[in-house]
């Protein structure tokens, strides 16, 4: 493979890996690249203006450390900056979910990912859009919404992982909104849930198989409802999920189409790739079929398809 002349890297400096940032421009320089465009934020936010300059610039490779909210970001400007559907993205999976990592494979290690970066190959997948953003994973809103929301980044610091099973035990036991979902123009849903997840992958945070047949670049976006209440039945809900087909529980619908509109009888917060916005009442979600271009391992798992 030809390697990339210029690359280009948004990092979150608050975000840790092996050896860190200074392991990451060693590496890099070993790979023989000419010019090397750096920037680096505190927060995931601060990533738009320098990954939408970079983007423009057109760099032969741009690579992003960081979490969820890092990769979301980056997704989301090279779906909607000119020219950036053509430049390949390498995820350095430095955050505490690393969910589309996980999905596509990509290796938690500085070295592994760096060498996928310039060894692996170059993947189209599907990216979603909800309210003028792209997510590569998920959009969810309810139980998974309010879970996400609540688990800040303090939180996230100290528990990891665990942060998610915390606040998630905290809101087994809230209000089911009333919901009227519609899939491609026909009424899907009309009844109480708990959580409606719109999946373009098939894992989500800690590792669910929400979307058993869910593939990244198959077209089509994933819609799940939960309509499970209170701890018991979340419990058989998550445990079928473990164990078996997530459309196997009583407590669980799903299916797929290429656009979702989703009314809710109340606002309540949702979140995109695991990074928490404001509440709404309702919202639309479609595929965007082939929007961006990833470096994955040459040989992956069945469970990144």
Request: net charge positive; glycine share 12%; aromatic share 6%.
């Amino acid at each position: 493979m030809h390697t990339p002349r210029t690359v280009a890297v948004v990092a979150h400096s608050r975000k840790t890996l092996d050896g860190g940032l200074d392991e990451l421009r060693r590496r890099l320089s070993d790979e023989g690249v000419d010019q090397l465009l750096w920037h680096e934020v505190p927060k995931s936010r601060k990533a738009v203006k320098p990954l939408r300059k970079v983007i423009k610039d057109g760099p032969d490779l741009l690579v992003v450390w960081g979490g969820d909210g890092m990769v979301q970001r980056a997704l989301d400007m090279l779906a909607s900056v000119k020219g950036g559907s053509k430049i390949p993205l390498a995820i350095i999976p430095a955050g505490t979910g690393n969910l589309l990592a996980h999905n596509l494979d990509i290796p938690i290690s500085l070295a592994d990912s760096v060498h996928v970066a310039f060894h692996g190959r170059r993947r189209r997948i599907d990216l979603g859009t909800l309210d003028g953003e792209h997510f590569g994973v998920m959009a969810g809103v309810g139980f998974d919404g309010a879970m996400i929301n609540d688990a800040d980044r303090k939180m996230k610091d100290r528990l990891g992982k665990l942060a998610y099973v915390w606040t998630g035990l905290r809101h087994v036991d809230g209000e089911p909104a009333t919901a009227k979902i519609t899939v491609d123009g026909t009424k899907w849903f009309d009844d109480e849930a708990s959580c409606v997840l719109i999946g373009n992958v098939s894992r989500i945070s800690g590792g669910i198989k929400a979307f058993d047949d869910a593939k990244p670049d198959d077209g089509w976006l994933d819609v799940g409802v939960a309509t499970a209440q209170g701890a018991l039945e979340w419990a058989r809900a998550l445990g079928t999920m473990a164990v078996g087909r997530s459309d196997h529980s009583p407590f669980v619908r799903t299916t797929r189409a290429r656009k979702i509109e989703v009314r809710l009888g109340t606002p309540m917060p949702y979140e995109l790739d695991g990074g928490g916005r404001a509440e709404t009442k309702r919202f639309t979600a479609s595929v965007k079929p082939g929007a961006v271009k990833i470096c994955v391992p040459r040989e992956t798992s069945q469970a990144a398809y």
